[in-house]
Nanobody, 124 residues
């Protein structure tokens, strides 16, 4: 059973930084993709960033150059380092994983397992 647990959310002023963590367990695929998604109240869930187990990454245009998605394999942890945060970055951030993919993906329907989410609030 794959489990994903996010942490690191909080409140920050615009221009600040936060680092989200996603600890994952139970994954049996040698190649897999992990991603971060977010959802603001009243809005659709949107992709933020994705990283394949072989290292390739993909980012939403809205976060390109501000967010990075490193992973610590020894700790089974995926991170989302968010810099220069803007109020429009506020929302609940979810970590997700998909086995049997050979590329990073910003398509939420390709993901099988999801965490419970962690809240990020950016004030102006």
């Amino acid at each position: 059973q794959v489990q994903l647990v996010e942490s690191g959310g909080g409140s920050v002023q615009a221009g600040g930084s936060l680092r989200l963590s996603c600890v994952y367990s139970g994954n049996t695929y040698s190649r897999f993709t992990m991603g971060w998604f977010r959802q603001a109240p009243g809005k659709k869930r949107e992709a933020v960033a994705s990283k394949h187990s072989e290292g390739s990454t993909d980012y939403a245009d809205s976060v390109q150059g501000r967010f990075i998605i490193p992973r610590d394999n020894a700790k089974n942890t995926l991170y989302l380092q968010m810099n220069n945060l803007k109020p429009e970055d506020s929302g609940t951030y979810f970590c997700a994983t998909a086995g049997n993919l050979y590329y990073p993906s910003l398509l939420d329907y390709e993901y099988t397992y999801w965490g419970q989410g962690t809240q990020v609030t950016v004030s102006s």
